[in-house]
Nanobody, 122 residues
Framework: QVQLMESGGGSVQAGGSLRLSCTAS?????VAWFRQAPGKEREGVAH????????HYADSVRGRATISRDKADNTVYLQMNSLKPEDTAMYYC??????????????????WGQGTQVTVSS
Protein backbone atom coordinates (compact mmCIF):
# COMPACT_ATOMS: atom_id res chain seq x y z
CA GLN A 1 0.00 0.00 0.00
CA VAL A 2 1.54 3.27 -1.11
CA GLN A 3 1.14 6.13 1.34
CA LEU A 4 1.13 9.73 0.15
CA MET A 5 1.61 12.82 2.25
CA GLU A 6 0.95 16.33 0.94
CA SER A 7 2.18 19.58 2.39
CA GLY A 8 2.69 23.19 1.38
CA GLY A 9 -0.84 24.51 1.20
CA GLY A 10 -1.84 27.79 2.75
CA SER A 11 -3.49 31.15 2.27
CA VAL A 12 -2.12 33.64 -0.22
CA GLN A 13 -3.28 36.72 -2.04
CA ALA A 14 -4.06 36.68 -5.73
CA GLY A 15 -0.88 36.79 -7.76
CA GLY A 16 1.07 34.91 -5.14
CA SER A 17 2.78 31.53 -5.31
CA LEU A 18 2.78 28.26 -3.44
CA ARG A 19 4.73 25.05 -3.77
CA LEU A 20 2.91 21.87 -2.85
CA SER A 21 4.79 18.69 -2.01
CA CYS A 22 3.74 15.07 -2.18
CA THR A 23 6.00 12.45 -0.63
CA ALA A 24 5.34 8.79 -1.34
CA SER A 25 6.33 5.86 0.83
CA UNK A 26 7.72 4.12 -2.27
CA UNK A 27 8.35 4.75 -5.94
CA UNK A 28 5.31 5.19 -8.15
CA UNK A 29 5.47 5.64 -11.90
CA UNK A 30 2.56 8.00 -12.39
CA VAL A 31 1.64 10.87 -10.07
CA ALA A 32 -1.04 13.51 -10.47
CA TRP A 33 -2.35 16.49 -8.60
CA PHE A 34 -6.09 16.92 -8.36
CA ARG A 35 -8.11 19.65 -6.70
CA GLN A 36 -11.64 19.96 -5.46
CA ALA A 37 -13.44 23.14 -4.55
CA PRO A 38 -16.63 23.10 -2.46
CA GLY A 39 -19.59 22.11 -4.58
CA LYS A 40 -17.43 21.22 -7.57
CA GLU A 41 -16.15 18.00 -9.07
CA ARG A 42 -12.60 16.86 -8.51
CA GLU A 43 -10.37 18.21 -11.25
CA GLY A 44 -7.00 16.91 -12.39
CA VAL A 45 -4.52 19.76 -12.81
CA ALA A 46 -1.06 18.28 -13.39
CA HIS A 47 0.56 14.92 -14.03
CA UNK A 48 4.08 13.56 -14.21
CA UNK A 49 5.64 10.25 -15.16
CA UNK A 50 8.35 10.10 -12.52
CA UNK A 51 10.83 8.06 -14.57
CA UNK A 52 10.67 10.11 -17.76
CA UNK A 53 9.59 13.46 -16.20
CA UNK A 54 7.05 13.80 -18.99
CA UNK A 55 4.41 16.25 -17.76
CA HIS A 56 0.86 17.21 -18.62
CA TYR A 57 -1.29 20.11 -17.43
CA ALA A 58 -4.93 21.03 -17.41
CA ASP A 59 -5.83 24.14 -19.36
CA SER A 60 -6.87 25.84 -16.12
CA VAL A 61 -3.29 25.90 -14.80
CA ARG A 62 -1.09 25.59 -17.90
CA GLY A 63 1.53 28.32 -17.90
CA ARG A 64 1.09 28.95 -14.17
CA ALA A 65 1.94 25.54 -12.75
CA THR A 66 5.01 23.36 -12.87
CA ILE A 67 5.05 19.75 -11.72
CA SER A 68 8.41 18.19 -10.96
CA ARG A 69 9.89 15.33 -9.00
CA ASP A 70 12.80 14.48 -6.77
CA LYS A 71 13.42 10.83 -7.49
CA ALA A 72 15.79 10.43 -4.55
CA ASP A 73 13.06 10.87 -1.96
CA ASN A 74 9.95 9.99 -3.99
CA THR A 75 8.63 13.53 -3.80
CA VAL A 76 6.57 15.31 -6.42
CA TYR A 77 6.15 19.07 -6.34
CA LEU A 78 3.52 21.38 -7.75
CA GLN A 79 4.70 24.97 -8.08
CA MET A 80 1.75 27.28 -8.56
CA ASN A 81 2.35 30.88 -9.62
CA SER A 82 0.05 33.81 -10.40
CA LEU A 83 -2.57 32.25 -8.18
CA LYS A 84 -6.18 33.26 -8.69
CA PRO A 85 -9.17 33.07 -6.32
CA GLU A 86 -10.56 30.30 -8.53
CA ASP A 87 -7.53 28.18 -7.61
CA THR A 88 -8.95 27.91 -4.10
CA ALA A 89 -9.51 24.22 -3.39
CA MET A 90 -8.31 21.19 -1.52
CA TYR A 91 -5.37 19.81 -3.46
CA TYR A 92 -4.76 16.07 -3.52
CA CYS A 93 -1.85 14.01 -4.66
CA UNK A 94 -2.69 10.70 -6.37
CA UNK A 95 -0.47 7.91 -7.61
CA UNK A 96 -0.50 4.64 -9.50
CA UNK A 97 2.21 2.15 -10.20
CA UNK A 98 1.92 1.88 -13.96
CA UNK A 99 0.83 3.69 -17.07
CA UNK A 100 -2.83 4.51 -17.44
CA UNK A 101 -5.15 6.74 -19.39
CA UNK A 102 -6.82 9.08 -19.17
CA UNK A 103 -4.39 10.95 -16.96
CA UNK A 104 -7.00 12.93 -15.06
CA UNK A 105 -9.58 10.26 -14.32
CA UNK A 106 -9.55 10.00 -10.54
CA UNK A 107 -10.80 6.40 -10.52
CA UNK A 108 -7.57 5.34 -12.28
CA UNK A 109 -5.56 6.21 -9.17
CA UNK A 110 -5.64 3.76 -6.24
CA UNK A 111 -3.46 5.81 -3.91
CA TRP A 112 -4.40 9.22 -2.50
CA GLY A 113 -3.08 11.63 0.05
CA GLN A 114 -5.18 13.39 2.65
CA GLY A 115 -5.13 16.73 0.86
CA THR A 116 -3.75 20.19 1.52
CA GLN A 117 -5.86 23.33 1.42
CA VAL A 118 -5.03 26.23 -0.88
CA THR A 119 -6.93 29.47 -0.34
CA VAL A 120 -6.39 32.46 -2.62
CA SER A 121 -7.92 35.79 -1.66
CA SER A 122 -8.60 38.64 -4.03
Amino acid sequence: QVQLMESGGGSVQAGGSLRLSCTASEFTFSVAWFRQAPGKEREGVAHIYTSTTHTHYADSVRGRATISRDKADNTVYLQMNSLKPEDTAMYYCAARRGVGYPLFLSSEYPYWGQGTQVTVSS
